[in-house]
């Protein structure tokens, strides 16, 4: 192979590239996680590939300015600066999808993860936090039969936006968490569980979600039977 022949390969191995993670995409989107690992793993190499052969080409063949002007221009280097800036960006995406985005379910959260985890801000504009948050939820779109329920706080809309965001009225909430804290709120779940019984729920869209603290729950009488 010669070096001319190289812009041919570079456009090959983009483009398969490009169908495996499309094909990834339609994997995961059916739950066929296994064959999804698979396709990311098989894009990550065609683009490694790809990142070599184009080094060695321009390493070799220099660059050559373009020629164009006028309104070319100006569309030659809007594409050119805007593929510069996301081919970068694109490096710290592919090795986390590379490493901790392929792990399976049930591997072990250790200490370390638990610390590095507690780095990302929890805010509905932060996209580490929103962007992960935001593709789960997708698979939660694609079922309409299934009513998901917010256990967690309603007061803020560090989780409520994104999930209104995404499931819309669909999403819903026990009323009788308004006012409690994460504490009381475990401890009124908890009581659920001891009589059988399940919480109310309403949609959150539109409900109110702030307001005076609940009367403090009474002592668990079975935890109080077991002292």
């Given at each position: 192979?010669?070096?001319?022949?190289?812009?041919?390969?570079?456009?090959?191995?983009?483009?398969?590239?490009?169908?495996?993670?499309?094909?990834?995409?339609l994997f995961v989107r059916r739950g066929h996680r296994t064959a999804h690992?698979?396709?990311?793993?098989?894009?990550?190499t065609a683009s490694t590939l790809f990142l070599v052969s184009y080094v060695?080409?321009?390493?070799?063949?220099?660059?050559?300015?373009?020629?164009?002007?006028?309104?070319?221009?100006?569309?030659?280097?809007?594409?050119?600066?805007?593929?510069?800036?996301?081919a970068a960006a694109i490096v710290p995406l592919a090795l986390v999808t590379?490493?901790?985005?392929?792990?399976?379910?049930?591997?072990?959260?250790?200490?370390?993860?638990?610390?590095?985890?507690?780095?990302?801000?929890?805010?509905?504009?932060?996209?580490?936090?929103?962007?992960?948050?935001?593709?789960?939820?997708?698979?939660?779109?694609?079922?309409?039969?299934?009513?998901?329920?917010?256990?967690?706080?309603?007061?803020?809309?560090?989780?409520?936006?994104?999930?209104?965001?995404?499931?819309?009225?669909?999403?819903?909430?026990?009323?009788?968490?308004?006012?409690?804290?994460?504490?009381?709120?475990?401890?009124?779940?908890?009581?659920?569980?001891?009589?059988?019984?399940?919480?109310?729920?309403?949609?959150?869209?539109?409900?109110?979600?702030?307001?005076?603290?609940?009367?403090?729950?009474?002592?668990?009488?079975?935890?109080?039977?077991?002292?």
């Amino acid at each position: 192979m010669e070096i001319q022949d190289l812009p041919a390969l570079n456009a090959a191995l983009n483009a398969t590239a490009g169908v495996f993670i499309s094909i990834g995409y339609l994997f995961v989107r059916r739950g066929h996680r296994t064959a999804h690992k698979r396709c990311m793993l098989a894009a990550l190499t065609a683009s490694t590939l790809f990142l070599v052969s184009y080094v060695v080409y321009h390493a070799s063949a220099g660059s050559r300015p373009y020629q164009g002007e006028g309104a070319s221009r100006v569309v030659y280097f809007a594409i050119l600066i805007t593929h510069v800036i996301l081919a970068a960006a694109i490096v710290p995406l592919a090795l986390v999808t590379a490493n901790r985005g392929l792990l399976p379910a049930d591997t072990p959260v250790r200490p370390d993860d638990l610390r590095a985890l507690g780095l990302v801000d929890i805010r509905s504009t932060d996209p580490r936090y929103r962007a992960p948050l935001l593709a789960d939820l997708d698979r939660l779109r694609s079922m309409p039969d299934l009513d998901p329920v917010l256990l967690g706080s309603v007061a803020t809309g560090k989780y409520v936006d994104v999930l209104l965001e995404a499931l819309g009225v669909r999403l819903r909430f026990p009323p009788a968490f308004v006012g409690r804290g994460d504490m009381s709120r475990g401890g009124l779940m908890l009581r659920c569980v001891r009589e059988d019984r399940e919480l109310s729920y309403i949609s959150i869209a539109g409900a109110t979600r702030h307001g005076k603290r609940p009367a403090k729950l009474a002592r668990d009488s079975a935890r109080r039977a077991g002292n």
